[in-house]
């Protein structure tokens, strides 16, 4: 079955730089993917999707890549901020996946210095 | 206004007692999900639902059940609770057509004594 990797597990920075998250994927037929933020305490927040069909998609201060070649997939935090401290998933589905399955990665703790 | 809530928030049970977790969505969704998050394994599906009757097993459905009476209400039973179910439950919803996206609830942190 699909299997995600995701690095690193801790990434800690400055205000104000960018911080880069990487998930790779096995399966080529994967359609959906899509980032969640994990505040302490709380639900995972949806953060961004995208398609197959696109390579970058750029929102609020977060920049996703999509590199269905080497089946990478990233998030980029532009001018990080301390409210962007939190834990980061990437999650991916099948086309075919039966209820809209998501795979999550193991996730990513983001610390945001001042 | 929480568009998926959980109760309880927090439940502490003893090994071999009977836990239920319950869920609402109010976003009119077909599909919805329980999942278990753990430290060093993620989030990883327990039993999700594509409507009301309908419960399918996930990628680790052993020691649980889950009933779906009706669009906004999902529950998740542990017949006879273990130590190793001691855990954080999500709850989430999602459109049938939603391109993987799924909404959370805020979770239910179980323990098992």
């Known amino acids: 079955g699909e299997q995600v990797e995701q690095r690193p597990p801790h990434l800690s920075v400055r205000e104000g730089d960018s911080a880069i998250i990487i998930c790779t994927y096995t399966d080529s037929a994967t359609a959906y993917f899509s980032w969640y933020k994990q505040e302490a305490g709380a639900g995972l927040q949806l953060l961004m999707s995208?398609?197959?069909?696109?390579d970058r998609k750029e929102e609020q201060g977060l920049t996703v890549l999509l590199n269905k070649k080497d089946k990478r997939l990233s998030l980029n935090l532009t001018a990080a901020h301390p409210g962007d401290s939190a834990v980061y998933f990437c999650?991916?589905?099948?086309?075919?996946?039966?209820?809209?399955?998501?795979?999550f990665g193991i996730g990513t703790r983001v610390l945001v210095r001042p | 206004e929480a568009a998926v809530t959980q109760s309880p928030r927090n439940k502490v049970a003893v090994t071999g007692g009977k836990v239920t977790l319950s869920c609402n969505q109010t976003n009119n969704h077909n599909n919805m999900y329980w999942y278990r998050q753990d430290t060093g394994h993620g989030l990883r599906l327990i039993h999700y639902?594509?409507?009301?009757?309908?419960?399918e097993k996930g990628d680790i459905p052993d020691g649980y059940k889950a009933s779906r009476p009706s669009q906004e209400n999902f529950s998740l039973i542990l017949e006879l609770a273990t130590p190793s179910q001691t855990s954080v439950y999500f709850c989430?919803?999602?459109?049938?057509?939603?391109?993987?996206?799924?909404?959370f609830g805020p979770g239910t942190r179980l323990t098992v004594l």
């Open positions: 999650a991916v589905a099948l086309t075919n996946s039966a209820g809209n399955k998501l795979t």
């Open positions: 989430a919803s999602g459109d049938v057509g939603g391109r993987g996206e799924q909404y």
């Open positions: 639902s594509y409507g009301a009757g309908s419960t």
């Open positions: 995208v398609l197959s069909n696109v």
